[in-house]
């Protein structure tokens, strides 16, 4: 069988500059900024109150609704204001600001070594809350409210998406080298709760030696298969990792429990592992530091709500002034256009680029090629929908099923015209969709 | 040719008529449509464009809606008084003689505002706005300037001028297309012959008004102070003039730091 799916591309990896290197551990100096919406769902409700001090692990804001998670502090210190700061959506949001006293002195974090059949289902969940897990991925969302499905004896595949299609990107490589056991037994636990469900890992066969790693750990274990998956972009984007690893097709008005699935990044199962095990809450993270105009290219492991201008000088400042920075992958990353802003749950990555490939042409117009088409994962036609979008016919949008567009960006890396159609189809979603909530 | 043949010939024709008469007649008797009087007489006195601007589908819409009294007598943005007196005195109401226009919030041009970044993309406010930040323009609140309203006017009424949308009051219609077409709702509908009208729509605290724009309200609330009719309020940093109370005085004009009343 051919773990793949139609559509998609393969653009320039990059993953070189980061792959083989040892993780850098950082521990931030400056304030630490704690946006109260790291996840999708209610913002979370802050339960301190400027001039406290609080300790590492300890709740400094507490989940808003059941759709929502948890924050905790990850340096000790005061804290020092609860105000609205600019996060790397581009837009300000309320967020607890901590002055770090740069001595990490830490609550106690509650073990659990019970044998993994002992573990209560309510056991499980409720860590994994308690500690404020959300998908890694990028979404963010709370991981708590995945693996409580309304129907859950449908469910009857876990995948974990270790594919990391998204270009220079390294940190859930980084993370299966160095702690697989913890990813698989992030992945068991999960499985526990789950009692008729196989455990796939889904992984791009441009990693072997993780390949290997993983399949030499699982010998034996009839529960859990490695599935190498073919190296192509949006691999890893959740419809896409569903159909390559089980043949079922979602739409956008499905969720993967609809098809009997449940998708997790690599660093959600090992943020599941420390919570349940552990009983840390997820307060740090590996971000890839990587591109063009950073002197050491690196993966840090770093603590939540660091300074991006910190972590890129942790990762030897800039060799040459960058043209473009975005935080997250080159594909799906937002542009930034500062670096003062705080690394949240779902910061994956920081590049910075010599070159600005998008600004660096001017669009065209289409020239009726097809090639957005043929490379649409979602089997949308881009070119018609954006001109669709550009004459304001958004019923016709509709029609032609624009919703459908996961936003991955191939039809714009493909398009000889330069067109901006990803964004355009992405502002017309969210146009649709803030009036369908009217 | 034989004579009784033409006679057959129509009398069938002739019985086939008087039947088919009698049919019809019955017919428009018992499924008749009652049509309002009025509205055939308000069609009759709108101008017969078919533009849409009123927001009905054509002007047998808006007739059929000022009728049943669902839109004012002053619906038709293209007739304007005149054609709203007539209507008024068809359907009883009361015509509105203030004109009024719209008006773009917003004086911060690429001069006087800054941008927080470069923008790459379709030139369509409604798609700029999902970029970081709300959109290039440091201030969340002002004028993109890419012409989406300008699009709409059916009118020619609205120019970009130095990266902010400009209203020719003489050319606007009230139609109020703009109005609904700009995703910061900068746009709104003031009296033709306003005496102050706020230039600024940011609702920010002064001193980040300041940092981003030269021409941006700093909410001192000087003008209500000042204001002879206490028309003035300030809202969330930013002044906000009540029309109905208005004489155009001039007055805070006159005392406003940073001259954004016009």
């Given at each position: 069988m051919k773990f793949t799916f139609k559509g998609g591309i393969h653009p320039y990896e990059g993953k070189?500059?980061?792959?083989?290197?040892?993780?850098?551990?950082?521990?931030?100096?400056?304030?630490?900024?704690?946006?109260?919406?790291?996840?999708?769902?209610?913002?979370?409700?802050?339960?301190?109150?400027?001039?406290?001090?609080?300790?590492?692990?300890?709740?400094?804001?507490?989940?808003?609704?059941?759709?929502?998670?948890n924050i905790h502090s990850s340096v000790s210190g005061t804290v020092k204001a609860i105000e609205m700061r600019l996060t790397s959506s581009g837009s300000k949001m309320n967020s607890i600001v901590i002055e770090n006293d740069n001595l990490y002195e830490a609550v106690e974090f509650k073990?659990?070594?019970?044998?993994?059949?002992?573990?209560?289902?309510?056991?499980?969940?409720?860590?994994?809350?308690?500690?404020?897990?959300?998908g890694m991925g990028g979404a963010?969302?709370?991981?708590?409210?995945?693996?409580?499905?309304?129907?859950?004896?449908?469910?009857?595949?876990?995948?974990?998406?270790?594919?990391?299609?998204?270009?220079?990107?390294?940190?859930?490589?980084?993370?299966?080298?160095?702690?697989?056991?913890?990813?698989?037994?992030?992945?068991?636990?999960?499985?526990?709760?789950?009692?008729?469900?196989?455990?796939?890992?889904?992984?791009?066969?441009?990693?072997?030696?993780?390949?290997?790693?993983?399949?030499?750990?699982?010998?034996?274990?009839?529960d859990i298969v490695v599935n190498s998956l073919k190296t192509k972009y949006p691999e890893g984007a959740e419809r896409q990792l569903i159909f390559a690893n089980t043949g079922r097709y979602i739409n956008s008005k499905m969720l993967p429990a609809d098809a009997g699935c449940i998708v997790h990044n690599v660093d959600t199962v090992y943020a599941?592992?420390?919570?349940?095990?552990?009983?840390?809450?997820?307060?740090?993270?590996?971000?890839?530091v990587s591109g063009d105009a950073v002197e050491e290219p690196c993966n840090i492991l770093t603590?939540?709500?660091?300074?991006?201008?910190?972590?890129?000088?942790?990762?030897?400042?800039?060799?040459?002034?960058?043209?473009?920075?975005?935080?997250?992958?080159?594909?799906?990353?937002?542009?930034?256009?500062?670096?003062?802003?705080?690394?949240?749950?779902?910061?994956?990555?920081?590049?910075?680029?010599?070159?600005?490939?998008?600004?660096?042409?001017?669009?065209?117009?289409?020239?009726r090629c097809g090639r957005c088409v043929s490379v649409c994962p979602g089997g949308v036609m881009p070119n018609t929908l954006a001109t669709l979008v550009e004459k304001n016919q958004f019923d016709e949008f509709v029609k032609l099923n624009g919703m459908e567009c996961c936003e991955c960006g191939c039809c714009s890396y493909i398009c000889p015209a330069k067109r901006h159609l990803t964004q355009t189809i992405a502002g017309a979603r969210k146009l649709v969709l803030a009036s369908r909530k009217k | 040719m034989d004579i009784m043949s033409i006679v057959i010939a129509a009398a069938v024709v002739s019985v086939v008529g008087i039947f088919a008469g009698i049919l019809l007649g019955v017919a428009s008797e018992k499924f008749k449509v009652d049509v309002d009087e009025k509205e055939i007489a308000i069609r009759e006195i709108l101008p017969g464009n078919n533009c849409g601007g009123c927001g009905y589908p054509g002007c047998d819409g808006l007739a059929c809606a000022i009728a049943k009294g669902e839109a004012s007598p002053s619906g038709c943005p293209v007739g304007g008084e005149e054609v709203a007196k007539k209507i008024a005195e068809i359907v009883g109401g009361e015509a509105s003689t203030v004109k009024m226009v719209a008006h773009v919030k917003c004086a911060g041009d690429c001069n006087k505002a800054k941008d927080a970044y470069d923008y790459v993309g379709p030139k369509n406010c409604k798609i700029a706005a999902n970029a970081p930040g709300g959109g290039p323009k440091a201030c969340s609140y002002g004028c993109m300037g890419y012409g989406s309203c300008q699009a709409v006017c059916q009118f020619g009424a609205i120019s970009i001028v130095?990266?902010?949308?400009?209203?020719?009051?003489?050319?606007?219609?009230?139609?109020?297309?703009?109005?609904?077409?700009?995703?910061?709702?900068?746009?709104?509908?003031?009296?033709?012959?306003?005496?102050?009208?706020?230039?600024?729509?940011?609702?920010?605290?002064?001193?980040?008004?300041?940092a981003?724009?030269?021409?941006?309200?700093?909410?001192?609330?000087?003008?209500?102070?000042?204001?002879?009719?206490?028309?003035?309020?300030?809202?969330?940093?930013?002044?906000?003039?009540?029309?109905?109370?208005?004489?155009?005085?001039?007055?805070?004009?006159?005392?406003?730091?940073v001259k954004i009343i016009k």
């Open positions: 070189e500059l980061t792959m083989d290197k040892e993780v850098k551990e950082y521990l931030p100096k400056g304030d630490m900024v704690y946006p109260l919406s790291q996840h999708i769902g209610a913002p979370a409700e802050p339960v301190v109150k400027k001039g406290d001090r609080v300790l590492v692990g300890q709740l400094i804001a507490k989940a808003g609704g059941f759709v929502s998670a073990a659990n070594d019970k044998p993994l059949e002992e573990l209560t289902k309510e056991e499980i969940l409720d860590a994994i809350k308690e500690a404020g897990v959300v963010g969302f709370p991981t708590h409210v995945k693996l409580s499905p309304k129907e859950p004896d449908k469910i009857d595949t876990i995948i974990v998406n270790a594919s990391e299609c998204e270009p220079y990107l390294t940190s859930d490589y980084r993370r299966i080298m160095d702690e697989a056991d913890k990813v698989i037994g992030g992945l068991k636990i999960v499985l526990k709760l789950f009692p008729g469900a196989k455990g796939i890992i889904g992984i791009e066969n441009n990693k072997p030696k993780a390949i290997k790693l993983l399949k030499e750990k699982l010998a034996g274990d009839d599941i592992y420390e919570a349940v095990r552990e009983g840390r809450p997820l307060i740090d993270r590996l971000v890839t603590k939540m709500g660091t300074n991006y201008a910190e972590l890129i000088e942790a990762a030897g400042g800039f060799k040459e002034t960058p043209e473009k920075i975005i935080a997250g992958g080159p594909m799906m990353g937002k542009a930034l256009y500062t670096t003062d802003i705080p690394a949240t749950k779902s910061s994956s990555a920081i590049l910075c680029m010599t070159k600005d490939e998008v600004s660096e042409y001017e669009e065209g117009p289409c020239i | 130095d990266g902010i949308a400009v209203i020719d009051k003489d050319k606007c219609k009230s139609c109020g297309m703009c109005v609904a077409e700009c995703p910061r709702h900068i746009i709104e509908m003031v009296p033709y012959d306003a005496g102050a009208i706020v230039e600024c729509n940011s609702k920010d605290f002064g001193k980040d008004v300041k981003v724009c030269q021409s941006g309200c700093i909410g001192c609330g000087i003008c209500a102070k000042n204001c002879p009719q206490n028309a003035i309020t300030v809202d969330n940093y930013l002044a906000k003039v009540d029309y109905d109370k208005c004489t155009g005085c001039g007055t805070c004009k006159e005392k406003c730091p």
